[in-house]
Structure formats: C-alpha cells, structure tokens
C-alpha cells in the first residue's frame, strides 16, 4: 500500500484505513489526541495519526537517521 499526496484513489486509501483501524474517531478539540489501542511512539509502524486520525490520515514514526535516537 502506497499513497502520495495527490493520488487519484483518495476513497481507496479511506476503506483501507477503515480495514486497519475501524471507523475514525470524531473530530478532536484543540489539543487533543485520538483515543485507541495504539502505541503512537512505537518505530515503523502504522497506526491512526494522533492528532489527525479523525480525518482517516495514517503515521509511521521512523527515527532512523535522526540524531540521538537509537535504531
């Protein structure tokens, strides 16, 4: 599964995100973060955006090649 800004299947990249995580949190007040059984700090791996989860956006936490972290 890959996605770039701008792809012609945006409904496709939402029933896969549907499949994975279930039906998207309602919209977040300022400030807050989706609720879930998801570890968003776990490296390379996919899980709802934490704060924009809402509108079905995926995140990948990647560190490798940051200074300090630990790969």
Not at 19 to 29: A, C, H, I, K, Y
């Amino acid at each position: 599964m890959a996605y770039a800004h701008g792809s012609d299947h945006p409904f496709l990249l939402h029933l896969r995100y549907l499949e994975l995580f279930g039906p998207p949190t309602p919209r977040l007040g300022k400030g807050g973060v989706i609720e879930g059984n998801w570890h968003f700090t776990a490296k390379n791996t996919l899980t709802p955006h934490p704060i924009y989860g809402w509108m079905s956006w995926f995140s990948i936490l990647n560190l490798q090649g940051c200074e300090g972290a630990n790969n």
